[in-house]
């Protein structure tokens, strides 16, 4: 099935550092879609973006929405500790009238203290 | 509100027992959604339904039923499981059909078959 690509794959950081993952897909997605997931957790939608060229921010977590529309970046600044996880991108697709969510593989974030 | 709360935590069958795992959102949310999580695939789409009363067929249904009890409750059935439905299964819920709205995921079931 369709697929968003993710890169890093994995990324071992130290604390503190600035981290940067990007999400890019063969088409064009209308809304690109940030998620984390803790250990043990479902994925939390961190960031939403809906327009071409938008970046949003919140908190430390700033997300760009490509202006090609086929990939979207997502930057953590400053990595403490609580920003271990696995980083999803996400698009959503409407078929049949029901919204389906297009996954990237995911980013696993590893910070040293 | 709980959100979505998924039951059980933790699963173990042998090859060909049978199980359902259940799911129930209390955010009055219309569609749900069933997922599976697998090492280096993402989370991939079994089943989902729009609205009460309604399923469809999502990425990898095969080997799976689901039945949307009532607006609360959307549980999936594995009927005779095998192996290769080692995985971490994920419920969500959205309030509405379109691109804006967000899905809310539960905790997730860890689901072993020997």
């Known amino acids: 099935g369709q697929q968003l690509n993710q890169s890093p794959q994995s990324m071992f950081i130290q604390e503190g550092e600035d981290v940067s993952m990007n999400c890019t897909s063969s088409?064009?997605?209308?809304?690109w879609l940030w998620y984390k997931q803790e250990p043990g957790e479902g994925p939390v939608l961190l960031i939403a973006l809906y327009k071409a060229g938008e970046l949003t921010s919140n908190g430390r977590l700033t997300a760009q929405f490509g202006i090609t529309r086929k990939d979207s970046f997502l930057n953590i600044s400053a990595s403490i500790p609580s920003d271990v996880g696995i980083y999803f991108c996400a698009g959503p697709r409407i078929v049949q009238g029901a919204q389906k969510l297009v996954f990237g593989q995911g980013t696993r974030l590893t910070i040293n203290p | 509100n709980a959100g979505v709360t998924q039951t059980p935590k933790f699963q173990v069958l042998k090859t060909g027992q049978s199980m359902t795992l259940q799911c129930a959102q209390d955010m009055n949310h219309n569609s749900m959604y069933w997922y599976r999580q697998d090492p280096g695939m993402g989370l991939r789409l079994i089943y989902y339904?729009?609205?009460?009363?309604?399923?469809d067929k999502g990425e990898v249904p095969n080997g799976y039923n689901v039945s949307r009890l009532n607006k609360r409750e959307f549980s999936l059935r594995l009927e005779s499981a095998a192996p290769s439905q080692t995985s971490v299964y994920f419920c969500?819920?959205?309030?509405?059909?379109?691109?804006?709205?967000?899905?809310?995921f539960g905790p997730g079931t860890r689901l072993t078959v020997l």
């Open positions: 969500a819920s959205k309030r509405g059909r379109t691109s804006t709205d967000t899905q809310y």
């Open positions: 339904s729009a609205s009460e009363g309604t399923t």
């Open positions: 088409s064009i997605f209308n809304t």
